[in-house]
């Protein structure tokens, strides 16, 4: 008869001792999970940051404040630490946007941190369809020759386990450099026949971005001194091909007949206005240029 009131007493104590334990693994994964809350949230803040090539090579690289996330043109990379007493579960998602477009999204298989370590993870990020931003002639005529916000929307969920979840969202944003940076027009010295004179027009350019491209570029003579006919001025077409991370350069050749043009037109010294024009994606881009003959 005098045991069972000591079994109830036993009782009640083991179940305050679950309690009590209990309460303490919450509070230990609540504050492990603040903690770690804030250092991916510290991590995450927003960072501005800018690609270009790295010491001239042919890949370009970003140049990020935040130690956790790189982008170097065509591969997301980012470095998700652990710092609690508690295993982490993580898995990422989120968009690309380029100059305001959503150009392509992600998401990641989920993975599982240990206590103390730090994971890295790598996305694939060859397939952003860049034609859906550049085939806007709006949009291609600003990125040809201007930097653009590309823009990275993460979402992280989390779970420490076997009690908590977190959630967080961020954007991350770099800078794409213009694709055709540096663009520079040379001319040649003429070479005039009896026939006429040729022109060349050396273009040239370095392409910092992670974007290529084939298209065209067309270079119409829009003032030639001592000429008093517009419609007998030349132009010429040629093929156009951008590689991402690489400088390129092609060259243009204006034929000057002398039926229209005679050799005192290319006094060395004069300046010649040209229209240059860049056909890519469905679009065109026209910049007004001049070139000092030889």
């Known amino acids: 008869m005098s045991e069972a009131p000591l079994i109830s007493k036993a009782l009640r104590l083991v179940s305050l001792a679950l309690i009590v334990s209990t309460v303490a693994l919450v509070a230990a994964a609540g504050y492990s999970g603040l903690q770690e809350y804030q250092v991916l949230s510290g991590a995450f803040s927003q960072h501005s940051s800018q690609m270009g090539n790295n010491n ?3 890949s370009s690289n970003m140049q990020s404040s935040s130690q956790f996330l790189q982008f170097n043109g065509t591969e997301l990379s980012l470095n998700i630490p652990n710092n609690m007493t ?10 690309v946007g380029l100059a305001g477009t ?3 999204n992600f998401s990641t298989p989920q993975e599982s941190i240990l206590p103390g370590h730090t994971v ?20 291609l005529d600003s990125l040809l020759f201007n930097s653009a916000p590309l823009t990275f929307s993460i979402g ?15 954007t991350q ?17 003429p070479n005039c026949t009896s026939n006429g004179c040729n022109l060349p027009v050396g273009i040239s350019w370095n392409n910092p971005s992670p974007i290529s491209f084939s298209g065209n570029v067309g270079v119409a003579v829009t003032s030639l001194p001592g ?11 040629i093929p156009l091909n951008v590689t991402a991370g690489s400088p390129g350069d092609v060259t243009a050749n204006l034929f000057f007949s002398s039926s229209n043009f005679q050799p005192q037109n290319f006094t060395p010294g004069s300046q010649i206005g040209l229209n240059v024009t860049f056909n890519a994606f469905g679009a065109n881009v026209t910049i007004p240029e001049s070139v000092t003959i030889p």
């Not at 508690?86 to 968009?95: A, D, E, H």
């Not at 992280?156 to 961020?170: C, R």
């Not at 000429?227 to 077409?237: D, G, Y």
Request: glycine share 8%; charged share 5%; hydrophobic share 40%.
């Open 173 to 189: 944003n770099t800078t794409m450099p213009a694709i055709l940076g540096g663009l520079n027009l040379n001319p040649g010295t």
């Open 56 to 58: 001239n090579s042919n």
């Open 156 to 170: 992280i969920s989390a779970n420490i386990v076997p009690l908590l979840g977190l959630n967080l969202t961020t």
């Open 86 to 95: 508690f295993p982490l579960t993580i898995q990422l998602s989120g968009l």
């Open 227 to 237: 000429s008093t006919s517009s419609s007998s001025l030349p132009s010429a077409s």
């Open 102 to 104: 959503i150009i392509g």
């Open 120 to 139: 890295p993870i790598s996305l694939n990020m060859a397939s952003l369809d860049y034609q859906k931003v550049l085939s806007n002639q709006t949009a």
